[in-house]
């Protein structure tokens, strides 16, 4: 049976076999009687593959009798021989069929466990590497236990049984010539594993030497435009260079240093020198009278079977290693601790109470950078009345973002509370239905337009959303689309980035939530549209418990009350006019923006 | 196949690659001759007995010895030949990118080519060292050994030789196909691990509209339309796989069926025809083989095919006499360009401008006006369509693209750091910047407020990208690094992105106390900016609509005057509850109605 990936053989880097871990067993119980299925079946495969020239064996013995021909024998050993290898193929087309579906199913239902202990787990967790990690477990990580499932298990299988029967049929020819050919083996076995343990070290070296060339090579790309603008070709390229030299190096230095065994064992274990090697001393022994000239034949067909599973082994190997890796990974993914669910239905009221709120990004996977390092909040108390609309104003870092993200409860409070209408936002079952939030990075999804504004609400008929688009000051656009609400977002509904916000707002619109927070949601839109998402966030804001995250104090001169973050603490709050008559942070801000101090909202 | 690789491996490395492919292929010949030797002695054995065969036995251990010394050298210059491959590979493809035109590195170039440089390199080392030399054993031995059989039964050798054709017209069939099956798996599997990235990536949305339900369940609609594809595929390929094997077996039945016909017949001796069908069977094995080699094959192909068009990218002509700009002042003469050729609206139609050393020029207009185009042309990322860019008079692509980007400051709306301290980026404008240098830039760009949170300060390492550091904090790197270059001409880019209050501020503050001595260009978003501007240069589809004073043009009452309207309307917006003229909807929550806090 041939096979869509080869097992390319160096004989010079793989490593000694090892137990499989147990995540990797852990994820394949659910197929694991359909591995079962497809390894046996490819060991019957391989059998069945012997069984031909065993026939020619005894083929040639038939014919080279001394007395009459026995026809009947030859045609019925011709028949058994294309018989057994019609039935091999057939085998070996019925194991790749079971191993590839079990690995089809396989691939559905870990891809949907991990989609489900995504949407639980804490958003914290996304940050940071996150969903490079969960890329590497949906494609790459399922990518190499696919090849253990539908490659390498059963070829093990045929790696065992050819060797094995050939053994005991070889033994039962001739036990004197079978002993020299296993003698031959096992020396090259010997070698072979002098090799593997001598690369054993030089292989960590190698990934290493590899993933390096991997990181020089990406920053190298990635940084491209700044490495040609500073004129720094040379130097940052000089990197690149290094790192493809140093690998090339080590390619040449590991092969020249482990070629000697390595090739030896090549040689040794490699068909013509055991056909070789057996028919010569086959001719010896029936020299001596100690065998048979037809036994000859049998280890010139059948010898080279014992030692061509070796060349395919170590990849082999190295290809269970990964996927015992992938698979640790893969279920670790599985296994990341997920939010508490609440039970509460949704509050009465919308007041919005923060109770010593502390917080800190040492996020749950361990994963730490530098900027994250210490309390995104320390101990914050703010009430948020119902219906009026409170600013979080402040340096970049001061904690604005994060406190509205907890309020949405995208992370836990480490310490403290936050309720909305006195229900701790940890035990409300359906927060979404009461904290809505236009967040600063808008993501519409790759479906409809009218199923991105739906998304809060999917039962909304066309008019409900088309009203919503309306308000979002959006629908002239959307309607100006090929195929008007239907079209679909990334295909042939292409948004700006203001498009987009505005959509997102008309999202908020409809899901008619009581509290509503909004991040930053002028970010990176030129003036024109910036204007209309602006009406439309206004719109919007109308009569709800509103928490803006603003960057531009004037946007927000006019909200109900204002709150000064810096460092993960609320320092001052007040209206526009308090604040700017105590000359504190927030004068101090006003006056950075290039404003004076009479200038209390140029617009009002 | 043999042309791409050495075409993408440039001529120094041909001669060795050459050598080692011919030498490999040498060896799988004379495997093919050791195994024909077989045919003799088994003959000489089983008709007259050993004995006999003892001069034949002679010959094989001498061949096959040979044959030893040659396998041993030939795995040596492969991995000789490889590793020089691996380097070759990366540098050329390194110096290649460094003189391609920065236009030709969009988001998906650059993805491309990570995978081209990693994976693709490798898989072309891998050619000479692990996937030419079975490919020759599965193809040149059964060959070789094919052409033996003639020297002893010309009927069987027709048998093997007639089938061979039908064997490679299965083998090039299924190749193909299974090919194409890889490529369309790929997509299969890429797709379903691309939903639920994108499920991964909207949590934050998802969550917060309750959708992690339905979002779910439209995710596992689309995760089982892929299954049934890739299970659809599966069905689809097995026949075809099937078919190559079913080929080379008939083939040694075939051979099988000929040999005892022959031999009962009286036509053909047993002893030979059994020595024969040994030959037989051991070239069919390797040929059974070759349907994976072949696919390895394919997949370098493709990587190669990959690599080949990096390579064969065009890079920026460099001017064969360099004229040197004479001052800074800047120039768009008629410019036309567009990204697509033929493309109906082109980036910049006809502009024209010019910006004078010593001034700040405001690039103003509604996106996707040509702001940006402007800066990218100007550091030649582009050459212009028609018209020309001036620099101190030259034409930018009369100045060589070393000089022009010692005279042009990019400040980048996306910043890239390399994975390297504060410091070192900084010193990748200017290597041998003292501590005071960097001190005053950073005091100038604001910096120096960054490196005071910083836990080890100009010697913080960034982490790969500049992660460890947030989008603000790197701005003012980049905006440090731009200005650390000293160089006559700024381009700075005012995306409001990455900026907070305090940064806008400073952009401005920076751009202007730059525009001293310097000329200035900035695309920009704040009025504040654009205020102090001593041009305005505004705008739309491409076109300069206006350009002049900021005051000026307000007076004239045009585009600009508009546009400056709009955006004071934007800042108007009010986030208040108790605007009286917009009463709360009767939807929202109770409460407020009378609520004190409302003012």
Redesign the interface.
């Known amino acids: ?10 004989g010079a880097g793989p490593k000694p076999p090892e137990q499989p871990p147990s995540p990797l067993k852990t994820l394949l119980r659910p197929i694991r009687g359909r591995i079962r299925t497809a390894v046996v079946l490819q060991g019957a495969a391989s059998a069945l593959g012997l069984v ?2 065993i026939c ?1 064996v005894e ?2 013995r038939t ?2 009798a001394e007395e009459a ?1 026995d ?1 009947a024998r ?2 019925l050993l ?1 028949g058994v ?2 018989g057994a ?2 039935a091999a ?1 057939a085998a ?2 019925a194991s ?2 079971v191993g ?2 079990a690995d ?2 396989l ?2 239902s870990v ?2 466990a ?3 202990r ?3 787990v804490p ?1 914290g967790w ?1 940050t ?1 590497r ?2 490079g990690r ?2 590497k477990g ?2 790459d990580d ?2 190499d236990v696919h090849s253990l499932v539908a490659h390498t298990l059963p070829d093990l299988a045929s790696v065992l049984t050819v060797p094995l029967v050939a053994l005991v049929y070889l033994f039962a020819v001739d036990w004197r010539l079978a002993l020299v050919s296993v003698l031959l083996v096992a020396a090259g076995i010997l070698l072979f594993s002098r090799a593997m343990a001598g690369s054993m070290a030089k292989m960590a070296q190698y990934a290493e030497a ?1 993933n390096r ?3 020089s ?17 040379r ?3 000089e990197r ?2 290094r790192a ?2 140093d ?3 080590f ?2 230095n590991w ?2 240093s482990t ?1 000697p065994v ?2 030896g064992s ?2 040794l274990l ?4 055991v ?2 090697v057996t ?2 001393a ?3 022994l ?2 001596a009278g100690w065998t048979e ?2 036994s ?2 049998a280890f ?2 059948l010898a ?1 079977a014992l030692c061509a599973p070796m060349n395919v082994i170590g990849s082999r190997v190295q290809q269970t290693q990964a996927a015992g890796a992938a698979a640790g990974r893969v279920t670790a993914l599985l296994d990341t601790p997920t939010l508490h669910q609440g039970e509460e239905p949704p509050p ?4 919005v109470v923060f109770d010593g709120v502390s917080f800190s990004y040492t996020d749950h996977t361990g994963d730490r ?3 994250e ?1 210490g309390r995104a909040l320390a101990e914050v108390d703010l009430v948020l ?5 409170t ?1 979080l104003v402040g ?3 001061a904690g604005k973002s994060t406190l509205a993200a907890l309020l ?3 992370h836990d409070a480490d310490a403290g509370s936050i309720t909305v209408g006195g229900a701790d936002v940890r035990e409300i079952a ?4 009461t ?3 236009v ?1 600063q ?1 808008v ?1 519409l ?3 409809t337009v009218a199923d991105n504004i739906a ?2 609400r ?1 039962g909304a008929t066309r008019e409900e959303i088309a009203a919503a688009a309306r308000a979002a000051q959006i629908a002239d656009r959307i309607e100006a689309l090929p195929r008007g609400y239907d079209s679909v977002v990334g295909e042939d509904a292409d948004l ?3 498009e987009a916000q505005r959509v ?1 707002i008309a ?1 908020a619109l409809l ?2 939530t ?2 509503l927070v ?1 991040d930053e949601a ?10 209309a998402v ?2 439309a ?3 919007l ?6 928490l ?1 995250v ?12 204002i709150a000064v973050m810096d460092s993960g603490r609320v320092v001052e709050s007040g209206t526009h006019d308090e604040l700017l008559s105590r000359g504190g942070r927030y004068a101090e ?1 006003w006056r ?3 404003h004076r101090r009479d200038e209390s909202g ?2 009002q | 196949m043999i042309r791409a690789f050495l075409s993408a491996l440039g001529p120094e490395q041909a001669g060795p690659v050459k050598a080692s492919l011919a030498l490999t292929t040498a060896v799988s010949a004379l ?1 093919g001759v ?2 024909a030797l ?1 045919v003799p ?2 003959t000489e ?2 008709r007259e ?3 006999a ?2 001069g034949w ?1 002679a010959a ?2 001498l061949v ?1 010895l040979f ?2 010394l040659l ?2 050298l030939s ?2 210059v492969n ?2 030949v ?3 491959i ?2 070759g590979l ?2 050329r493809i ?2 290649h ?2 003189r391609l035109p ?1 236009g030709w ?1 969009t988001g998906n170039r ?1 993805g491309e ?2 995978r081209v ?2 994976d693709g390199v ?1 898989r072309t ?2 050619v000479p ?3 030419y030399p ?1 490919l020759a054993d599965a193809v040149v031995t059964p060959v070789v050994a094919v052409a033996a059989l003639f020297l002893h039964d010309w009927r069987i050798a027709l048998a093997a030789a007639a089938c061979l054709p039908v064997v490679w017209m299965v083998f090039t069939l ?1 190749n193909d196909a ?1 090919g194409r ?2 490529a369309a798996r790929d997509l299969v ?2 797709e ?2 691309s939903r ?21 369940r ?3 609609k689309a ?2 339309a892929e ?1 049934g594809a ?2 659809r595929l ?2 689809r390929i ?1 026949p075809v ?2 078919a ?3 080929a080379v ?1 008939l083939m ?2 075939l051979l ?2 000929c040999a ?1 016909l022959l ?2 017949d009286g036509g053909l001796d ?2 030979l ?2 020595a024969l ?2 030959l037989a ?2 070239f069919t ?2 040929l ?1 083989t070759a ?3 072949g ?2 094959l394919r997949m370098a192909t493709n990587q190669l095919d990959r690599i080949n068009a990096v390579l064969d990218a065009r890079p920026l002509p460099e001017p064969e006499s360099p004229v040197l700009p004479r001052g800074a002042a800047v120039e768009f003469d008629g410019v036309t360009f567009a990204y697509a050729r033929g493309d109906d609206a082109p980036a910049l139609d006809g502009a024209t401008l010019r910006a004078e050393p010593g001034t700040l020029t405001a690039l103003v207009g ?3 006006s040509g702001k940006t185009t402007v800066a990218r042309l100007l ?1 030649r990322f582009h050459d212009a369509d028609r018209g020309q860019v001036r620099l101190g008079g030259a034409d930018v692509r009369d100045i060589g ?2 000089e022009l ?2 005279h042009v400051a ?1 400040v ?1 709306q996306d910043v ?4 390297a301290t504060v410091a070192e980026n900084l010193r ?2 200017a ?1 041998d910047a003292t501590g005071e240098q960097l001190d005053r830039v950073a005091a100038l760009s604001g910096l120096d407020a960054v490196l005071d ?3 080890e300060g100009w010697d ?2 960034v ?3 500049g ?7 790197k701005q003012r790197v980049s905006i440090a ?1 731009a200005l650390l ?1 000293d160089a006559p001409v700024v381009v700075l880019d005012e ?3 990455a900026l ?6 400073l952009v ?1 503050r920076t751009a202007l106390e730059l525009a001293r001595e310097r000329t200035v260009l900035v695309i920009a ?1 704040r009025p ?1 900016t654009v205020a102090a501007a001593d041009q305005v240069v505004f705008l739309d589809a491409g076109r300069v609509v206006e350009s002049g004073a900021p005051g000026e043009l307000l007076a004239r009452g045009g585009r600009y005057a508009d ?1 400056v309207r ?14 009286a003229t ?4 009767p ?7 009378n ?1 004190p ?3």
């Open positions: 049976m041939s096979r869509e990936r080869t097992a390319t053989t160096d031909p020239l020619l083929l040639a014919l080279l021909v026809t030859v045609w011709v021989a294309v290898s019609v193929l070996g087309t790749t069929l590839h579906l089809n199913d691939q559905l891809r949907r991990l989609a489900h995504m949407s639980r958003l996304f940071g996150g969903s969960v890329k949906v494609h399922i990518e590899m060339i991997n990181s090579a990406v920053e190298f790309v990635d940084g491209i435009q700044v490495v040609k603008h500073f004129g720094g070709h130097r940052a390229h690149f260079t493809a030299d690998f090339a190096d390619f040449v092969s020249r070629t390595t090739v090549f040689l490699s068909a013509p020198t056909t070789v028919v010569v086959g001719v010896g029936s020299l000239p037809a000859v034949v010139a067909l080279p009465p009221e919308s007041r950078t530098a900027a390092r009345e119902p219906g009026t609309v600013a340096p970049s870092g949405a409860r995208f359906d927060l979404y239905r904290v809505g939030f967040l990075d993501r999804l790759r479906e998304l809060g999917p700006s980035g203001g997102s999202r899901a008619d009581p509290v909004l002028t970010a990176a839109v030129d003036p024109v549209s910036e204007a602006q009406d966030l206004s719109e804001a109308r009569g709800r418990t509103v803006v603003a960057h531009r104090l004037t946007t927000v001169t006019g909200a109900d009350r801000l950075a923006q290039g140029a617009d | 495997q050791v195994f077989l002695v088994l054995l089983l007995g050993p004995r065969a003892l036995v094989l251990a096959t044959y030893a396998r041993t795995l040596f991995f000789r490889g590793g020089a691996s380097r990366h540098r390194g110096e990118l460094v920065l590195f650059v080519l990570n440089v990693t490798s080392t891998n060292v692990h996937i079975p299924s299974v099956n890889d599997s890429d379903a691990a639920v990235l994108e499920y991964a990536r909207s949590q934050p949305v998802l969550r917060a509209f309750g959708r992690t339900e339905q979002g779910g439209s995710l596992e995760l089982d299954h890739a299970r599966l069905l097995v796989m099937l190559y094997s079913f077996r040694f039945a099988m069926v005892v031999v009962l047993p002893a025809a059994v069908l040994v069977a051991r094995h390797p059974a349907a994976d080699q696919a390895a509604p996106s996707g550091a693209s070393e980007s010692r990019l980048f890239y750091l390399f994975d990748l404008a290597p949170d910083l836990p913080t390492r982490g790969e990208g992660t460890a550091l947030s989008g603000g904090q690094r270059k995306a409001s992105s907070d209050t305090e940064n806008e501020a401005t978003h504040a546009f709009t955006r004071e309307r934007a800042r108007g917006w009010r986030l208040t509850a108790s605007d917009t009463p709360p909807t939807t929202t929550t109770e409460g407020h109605e609520d806090a409302r003012t």
